[in-house]
């Protein structure tokens, strides 16, 4: 159990469009998920926390209106990166938070490619 | 306020030879603390996790860490190394948030290279 799945694995876009990455908690309800940003071997950056129903909380220096989260359900969380530029290429890696884990545990999804030409 | 610090951003070691990843942390509360593994183009993986009970924890895949409380450290181990251990390994503490849940702060990584 507590599979996490990101869609899509890796995205090529021109720069000004806009583009969705979907999160999913596939066996299990999230009441929290959790997006993060990894620039080439570097550590993870988180970027905003997200609980279901409500905004987003996100971190000093993340531009929310260039990152909209949306957390619509207990399994499905969004991050749509706005007017996307070549400086937000980048490995995108969100996590889950079980709605009734021990220990606050966060599983983490297979992470989602960002390149913007 | 919390932080996490790993020594040595490489670490290389040869197949079969003990393998000792560091980690210092600092917290202003006891922390809960992770040992993550990412493998090329993935998301991480838990190794094993430290909240409370006893202070050598193990893990999958051979792993275990030591809580030592008076060192501020959980350094991960594994008596032998393998060429499949090759990756990056990322130590985690966690503090848990005012309204509840928790939030994760991440050292910078080490990669391991294991060698024949």
């Known amino acids: 159990g507590a599979v996490v799945s990101q869609h899509p694995s890796r995205v090529i876009c021109k720069s000004g469009t806009s583009v969705k990455i979907e999160c999913r908690s596939l066996?299990?309800?999230?009441?929290?998920m959790f997006w993060y940003r990894q620039f080439p071997k570097q550590s993870l950056m988180l970027m905003a926390t997200?609980?279901?129903?409500?905004?987003?909380?996100?971190e000093q220096g993340v531009e929310k209106d260039k990152f909209l989260i949306n957390h619509a359900s207990l399994t499905l969380s969004t991050l749509t990166v706005t007017s996307a530029h070549p400086e937000d290429s980048s490995f995108y890696i969100c996590?889950?938070?079980?709605?009734?884990?021990?220990?606050?545990?966060?599983?983490f999804g297979p992470g989602t490619r960002l390149t913007v030409l | 306020a919390q932080s996490v610090t790993q020594l040595g951003s490489h670490v290389s070691v040869s197949e079969g030879a003990l393998v000792l990843l560091r980690c210092n942390y600092s917290?202003?509360?006891?922390?809960?603390l992770f040992w993550y593994v990412q493998y090329p183009n993935q998301g991480l993986q838990l190794l094993l996790k430290y909240t409370t009970g006893a202070t050598l924890v193990k893990g999958i895949n051979g792993f275990e860490a030591e809580f030592k409380k008076s060192e501020t450290s959980f350094h991960l181990t594994k008596p032998s190394a393998h060429m499949s251990d090759a990756a990056e390994y990322f130590c985690a503490v966690s503090l848990p948030l005012p309204g509840g849940g928790n939030k994760l702060t991440f050292g910078t990584g080490t990669q391991l290279k294991v060698e024949l």
């Open positions: 996590s889950a938070r079980k709605r009734s884990g021990l220990y606050n545990e966060q599983f």
């Open positions: 997200s609980n279901e129903g409500s905004k987003a909380t996100y």
């Open positions: 066996d299990f309800q999230a009441t929290t």
């Open positions: 917290s202003s509360v006891p922390p809960y």
